[in-house]
């Protein structure tokens, strides 16, 4: 008997001393934050979570480029006048108010909430809080500082994002906030970010962490490059010298610094216009930053998030017209047709078009690469969609010295552009310079999601010569440029408040 | 006692040595019997003496004799002044007057009840009752009510004050709700009729093993799940004992387990030297409750039509609507124009039968026991039912004195059927028996009427278990023992469903859910046990392991080739889903440090102690906890004191007991697991860029902070026995303090996470328990009574919420208030019935009426005929601003009472058990009201005539005009969430009546039996209520009366049971 009780102690004491190891459970399917963070593996698939979550915040949850960046304010309308399109004109009125009351669609009321953004920021902040917790080993410093920047990136990309869209907004950057924010005044929030992705760069002088490319081509302008950073510097600088005017020429003269940098170190290209379709493909030399769509492996963009597919008829039907049309006014005042631009051919059809003619309808080609899948689901564009590419940064470069007076800059860098498009050079100078260069940008970027914010930035918006829906300047104050936000943001948020204009 | 029993027969050998012989002498004779079980008593102790003396030392002793093997005995006594007494060990002495020489005296005696001597299991340590400091109850099966049921827990309905057992769900083989002390937590899961509150059952205890009650994952498992209560598995021919553990103190002693208290089972073993088979069967008949009363045939195409020429707006679109409607205008149409009950189709009237075969045998050195039980029970809901099987078997060995060993075996299957429901609500069979009675019943014509889906889906649940421990008791040394015991248990749960293709778009479905369950349980002790004077010194030191894994993975087909043919398993891939979830291993090892400490006197003998003070501790580590904060302690303290013991007490001589008990404990509890404190990562489904994404959940933030729950008590106790044991009752005062309840609270949007865990609130339970036994008859009386009484009252508070909030609101109408009681009932406060237009306010700003918020049409605006909804907030608008607290979905008091009559072979036991103060949403009425919201549906509709409702001939009425359809989707007249639909649900239930007869042993020893009883029983007899709905008891654990529910029905019973 005193042999069994032996027996049943000593396994007992055997097992007490490997208390920890018996009470740790192993979970199959999911895994949990105590056995995540041990690999390259699992920081790799957790920092393309931001990627997927912005994708989601952009191209799947709402049209958000064609919608607050394409159509707002523009001078487009709708082929149909059934009544069932009005929504063109009032986004095109700038009269939100009306557009989201009678529509329910997500494309336009996923445009006020802004948590998918927030998924992007949470998930950056949780990268950069968890991968300094990680055993020492997993990875490589080079890498660690890799993953960092990239966070750094998609958190800031992120912000510029929302301030864009709603001016000021919640500013965190601790893992897992909790308590509920008031609105942030955006001027900080930018500076903030700004500060940020200096530190970035500052951080890695060699580009070994962010580099300019990447060897692999499937990660090219797909993951954030130093190109990537740079360009939202210029952003968010020239955003900033929009609405902090007293600092206006130190954000102008960061970005013609960052101009010099990205254009004598980058290596970045631009395509020649017969290769426009590889431009909007991804992937190019052009390309500086862009959301992933891969029909094959279903990653694929919602329909409506895509703005070709509101410039292009489905299934190319020559019988059925596209949603949208621009005005002839417009475009025949930015591609007048006694001026040779050999972007009226390689991005349009029909570009000079009667608005009322019915034989010939005015598409917009510029992305077109389409697609119809085995279910015949169709897409006008199968390519990535570009958020950053170097024509911009080029822009931005010569706006930037425009505003610094340094007009011989702008105009050579203007001029890379319009040689580019097989166009006559600027010769210009002074105001008519800064002209001539919003325009290029008009011309270049359109169907990029541009068309409004630059209007708003550089205040052209309530200008009647440069915006043909414009907002009067008394709205604009109170803040007719944003939009509003979802009634969503006061739940649990006692300091928060919406945007006044709207709400 | 059959040990003493030649020992007794010396000391009369001696005492009948010198007896005088007196002349006139008489010879008496009869039997000596054991009033609870009329069974004969051998070796009882007889003398005379006189009558006037009394029973003290040296008084004389005229002759003596003790009963023979079958309780006879024969005597010789004067025929006068003289009186038999008759003592034997364990039981009570009786006297009898001689009168005249009888040869048939029935002599009954009775157990000695001293209470201070039963022996109560806690913290897997026998103690007598004496030796108990914490708040405890045990009932003996033999003071269960005998009437079949499938879960052993219905018949302790009303038996013990502080446990709340609600028979709220009628599902065969489904467990009710089981609350010890109120509410422990204030969650409410899921919504609408779906919603319940957490589980917070309490641990079971079988056979010294604790079991997974709630063992599908959660209890939310057992929505989707199958849902076999493993409480319904234990036949209860098997139970021997059920003890109940309520303060914090006994169950702090079965670890963060035992939070929401314990109950313990003992099941029967061996305990006969010869052999006992017993063979027992009931049939019995259940029967549905009363069914809802609706409007049939003409009369309901007459109110649609009405409704529809009435309101629709003017004449001619009301004929036009009708016209449309064949169901309405097509009268002579042999489809439109029936009357069928369609309750009729799905409650039925059903036969159900048990059979038992118990062997069992042997004696304190070896014992076996082997019990085969068949039940089944066919559903009073049509295509639902419970089959069970079971085989349980003990073996007990003591070769020597030291040590003894026993082992259990227990198997089952259970199969049951939930038909097109789950376990919780009958939603298919609450939609199909509210068809419209113009249809057709069931026939060739209605083959694909989706009213009848409901009985052609398939449901199987099977379950099919078996366990199997093994304990070993040593005595190392005089007071120092060592105690081991080691179980395994396997449980396999499947789930199979068949729905047809008409309750599927036309796409036949096959669901499949398997779960599988197997722990490993070990605990040793060793416990220590010395006197030193009059104090009495133990230590019991344990060590507990268990490992526990669930595993799972369902499989849903959709499109199968048709409602006949199942399968290809795969033949429309596409639509088809499966998923395996194998996450929930448990582990924990705890230990438990648990002296003790008696002090007596020296006047008391040993093993009196007048004062007992038990401190003990448990330090738990779980897996469950994860690393930062693995281990957990749960302490306790207890004192006693007899005070019937202390010598001022002595001339109070009627008090037989007295004993009054104070005890602190803290259950600590991990409720949080591992994912709420790490975050929870996983592969999501869509890629980027061709790789794989594997983003954190966002359902909740990580919180590593997060505290286990601790549950703190105080019990005040005091337990009283009068005239030995005749009378007792015991009291118990508590106050049980819940803390860092785990509730999910919502965040801010730009945090990414919708919510995070949080451990902020608290809740404070007081109560008062009262219980009280009687056996008032003397003991010579023949009729033989039993009664006992309890009740408890409990109340509960929130103290604290999240965030510093002062109220949360639940699932729309349930709301905690810092303050207040846990879960109010939030509802709009309904004042009759608008008469007129010009009795809706009218906003003095505005010069507009009274309106529905969220709507500006004209028909928002409240008229004649519209409820009278207070508007608290005085904005003009109806909105949730509006709704007030009114109502405690919650019991406030309930108990029971037990009482048993016995007279010869004949006893009649009657149960009853109420609740009061209790507050219910009749959700059932006003959905039937709301029947009137579509005059076209096929839904039947409520016989409104019988209530008091608007229109515009009658304008003082409490029901609002059910008519107007066209307002009234915005307006809700008949909304739930309003006071006209809250009524009191107080109830007192007979729960049961049994009758049994046992049979003169005479008439059935020639068949070779030695017992032979009939029964005949009714349970669920009658609900005394003045509730309106159908069964107050049958309510939600919200207290909401959904139609879905599945309603108790009554059974009777018939059954016999023959030993041989």
Redesign the interface.
Known sequence: ?RN??II??FP?LT??SG??S?????????????V?WKTKD?V???A??M???F?DATMTDCALFPVSGDFRCAPVKDYYDSGSYNWVAYLANNDLSTLLDQYSDSKFQGVT???TF??V???AN?LLYEIDRMDAGALTDNEIAGYKAEAHFMRNLSYFFLVRLYGD??Y?TNA??????PRTDMVTVLQNCLADMQSVLDDDPNAEALPWTYANT??VA?RAMRGSAIALMMHINLWLAGFDVNNRDTYYQNVVNLGADITANGGYQLLDLSKTNMIFSGGSKESLFEI?Q?IN???DFEYNSVYSNYTVPENLNEKVQPTIYYTSDFLRAIFPSSKIDGRTDAWFKNIYASDESSDEIKWVTKFLNEHTDADGNFTSNMGNQIVFRYADVILMYAEAAAELDDDVTGRDLVNQIRNRAGAEEFTASGQDLKDDIYWERVRELIGEGYYYYDLVRTRKIYNGNYAYNAISRSAFDQGAWTWPINK??L???PK?SLNQYWN | MKKHYTYYLLIILFVVSGFNVLAQNVMVGGTVLDKDTNTPLPGVTIVAIRDTQKVVKGSVILSGTATDANGKFWIKVPSTGYKLRFTFIGYQPVWEKITKAKADYHIYMIVEDNVMDDIITIGYQQKKKQDVTSSAIKIEAKDLPDVPVQNVMELLQGRVAGLNIQQNNGTPGMAGSYVIRGLSDINVKGSGDQAYLTDTSPLFVVDGIPIDNTSNFDYEGLVAGSNVSPLAMIPQEDIASITVLKDAQATAQYGSQGAYGVILITTKRGNSMVPIISYSSSMSISTPPRLKDVVVGATERRLRVNEILNYEGNDYDAQNVINSFALLSDSLNAYYNNNTDWQDVFYRTTYNQTHNINFSGGDNDFNYKVNVGYSDSKGIVDNTGFTRYSLRTNLGYQPNEKFRISAYVNTSIGKNSTGSGNALIQTGVASGANTSSLLPPPSLYTASNATLGALSVDNKNKDLSYDASISLNYQIAKGLSFNSAISYSHSTKTEDTFEPGMLNNEKPKITSNNTFHHKIYNRNNISYNTHLGYVRFGLSLMFELSSAENSGNNLELVGLPSDVIRGPVGYTFGSSSGDAKSTDDNKSISFMVNPSFGIGSPKLSLGEDKYVFTPMIRPEASSVSGSSKKWTINPGLGFAWHFSRESFMKRYNFISSGTMRITWGRTIRQNADIYDIYGKYYIADETYNGQSVIPINLESTPNPDLKPTTNTTWNFGMDMGFLRGKYSFSMDAYYKQTDNILKTVDMANHNAFTGVKSISTSLVNKGLEFQCSARPLPVRSKLDWNISFNFAIDKNIVTALPNGVKQYTQDGSIVNRVGTNALSNFLFVNKGVYANDEDVPVDPATGLRYRIGGSNSKDAYFKAGDPIWVDVNGDYILDDNDREIVGNSQPRITGGAYNTLRYGSVSVSVSLSFTLRRDIINKTLADQFATYYDPKSLTSLAPIGAYDFWTPEHRNAKYPNPFDYKRSNLVDPFRADQTLFQEDGSYVKLNNVSLSYNVNKKYIEKFGLSQLTFRFGINNLHVFTNYSGINPENVNSLGRDVSGGYPNSRDYSFGMSIKF
């Open positions: 008997m069994f009780f049943i102690i007992l097992i007490l208390c920890d018996f009470l740790a459970v192993d979970n199959i399917d999911e895994m949990s934050g105590n995540f699992d790799e698939g957790f393309l979570s990627y997927s979550e994708r909430k802004w948590n927030y998924e920021i949470s998930s949780i907004v919640p965190w897992y906030n909790e308590d509920a924010l499937a990660k797909v992933v891969d492996k279903d990653e969503d943001a739940d649990n948020n928060m």
